[in-house]
């Protein structure tokens, strides 16, 4: 079912045509002891339709649309997601191979794993002893990262320095930890509807690093989809980066959590 939902999306200004949009994720003091900005750009609300994939999940490309969704099981009960050892032994061991015939890669390198809630907590694990705290959910639609952070991360992953004209792919799985999913579910844009005019470098400021990504600005030509009801058999994959078709928004996908009205 088609949903209608507000998505709170980069506001174009002539500010960014001379600076680039940066978030600071740690307070900081200038010289004269004030705080820096935390931002210095603005945002704005658009109801958009985002449309359910669900009849179309077996005819969805990568190299097209830029996602799909990948039949898999990953051998975890929800609370497994809290032990890094259950997560490399069962999920990564199974969606490595996967993602390696999908991809026709010659490698798949794991960067992170991330979970997310509908709020800001902190978690304690099964046998009590690891506090897990993570993040809610991303409001805003983004890239998480340009060619450049990716071939830096790659590298860093690999131990060696990337060869000339090499392809690199940075690719996000994503599934809930219980099902059916049935609020803030991933919203992804088609990636064959926007434009490059719709991304914007962004700077996310970290101490000691600056993260490279991109921010979206709203084009009405864009076309939202999610999956109805998810299992955690359903594992969203979809492109973030690809050397290959840098300059082609085909093989760009942008992707925002939101929830949902009818939820």
Request: glycine letters at 6%; hydrophobic letters at 35%; aromatic letters at 8%.
């Amino acid at each position: 079912m088609d949903v209608q939902s507000t998505v709170r999306f980069l506001k174009p200004s002539l500010k960014l045509l001379s600076e680039r949009p940066y978030d600071l994720r740690y307070p900081l003091l200038g010289e004269d002891g004030k705080p820096y900005p935390k931002t210095n750009y603005d945002r704005v609300d658009i109801d958009i339709t985002i449309h359910d994939m669900r009849p179309r999940k077996h005819k969805l490309s990568l190299g097209r649309e830029g996602f799909v969704v990948l039949d898999l099981d990953s051998g975890l009960k929800p609370q497994d997601y809290f032990d890094r050892e259950k997560v490399k032994e069962s999920l990564v061991a199974r969606l490595r191979p996967a993602l390696i015939e999908l991809l026709g890669a010659r490698g798949v390198y794991f960067h992170e794993t991330v979970v997310r809630s509908r709020d800001v907590q902190t978690i304690t694990s099964e046998n009590g002893e690891n506090k897990v705290e993570f993040n809610g959910p991303i409001p805003q639609p983004h890239v998480d990262y340009t060619l450049d952070e990716l071939h830096r991360i790659v590298e860093t992953l690999s131990g060696e320095k990337l060869p000339e004209g090499a392809r690199v792919q940075s690719i996000n799985a994503w599934l809930p930890l219980s099902g059916p999913l049935q609020d803030w579910p991933l919203a992804l844009c088609d990636a064959s509807t926007a434009s490059l005019g719709d991304f914007h470098v962004h700077d996310g400021v970290i101490p000691h690093a600056i993260i490279e990504s991109y921010r979206i600005s709203h084009n009405a030509k864009q076309k939202w989809y999610y999956l109805s009801d998810q299992l955690p058999s359903e594992v969203l994959v979809f492109n973030t980066m690809d050397s290959a078709g840098l300059y082609s928004p085909g093989n760009i996908i942008v992707l925002i959590l939101k929830e949902t009205n009818e939820y």
